[in-house]
Nanobody, 119 residues
Framework: QVQLVESGGGLVQPGGSLRLSCAASGSIRTINAMGWYRQAPGKQRELVATITSSTNYADSVKGRFTISRDNAKNTVYLQMNSLKPEDTAVYYC???????????????WGQGTQVTVSS
């Protein structure tokens, strides 16, 4: 099995920073794309950022958020700066993974971590 475990969420004031981490573990052969998504109350889940050999960001976070990964640790990070109240959401980690013994790649999700931006 494969697990994604997120950490780093919390309460922060507007203009503050947080760093999210997501570590993948289990029977992993390769990890392709990794990314972060978020879901605010009453809204659909939306893409925040993804990383392969390049990075991709939602327009709403460009210039404020930075996604990175450590392939040796099977970990993806999201550095969030200049946070705004509208960034408040549950943030989910996603990874496209090929497991040992499987011909196919599958998407896996973390359990989510709450980020609240409020004064």
């Amino acid at each position: 099995q494969v697990q994604l475990v997120e950490s780093g969420g919390g309460l922060v004031q507007p203009g503050g920073s947080l760093r999210l981490s997501c570590a993948a573990s289990g029977s992993i052969r390769t990890i392709n794309a990794m990314g972060w998504y978020r879901q605010a109350p009453g809204k659909q889940r939306e893409l925040v950022a993804t990383i392969t050999s390049s990075t991709n960001y939602a327009d709403s976070v460009k210039g404020r958020f930075t996604i990175s990964r450590d392939n040796a640790k099977n970990t993806v990070y999201l550095q969030m700066n200049s946070l705004k109240p509208e960034d408040t959401a549950v943030y989910y980690c996603n990874a496209n993974i090929n497991r040992y013994g499987s011909r196919y790649n599958y998407d896996y999700w973390g359990q989510g971590t709450q980020v609240t931006v409020s004064s």
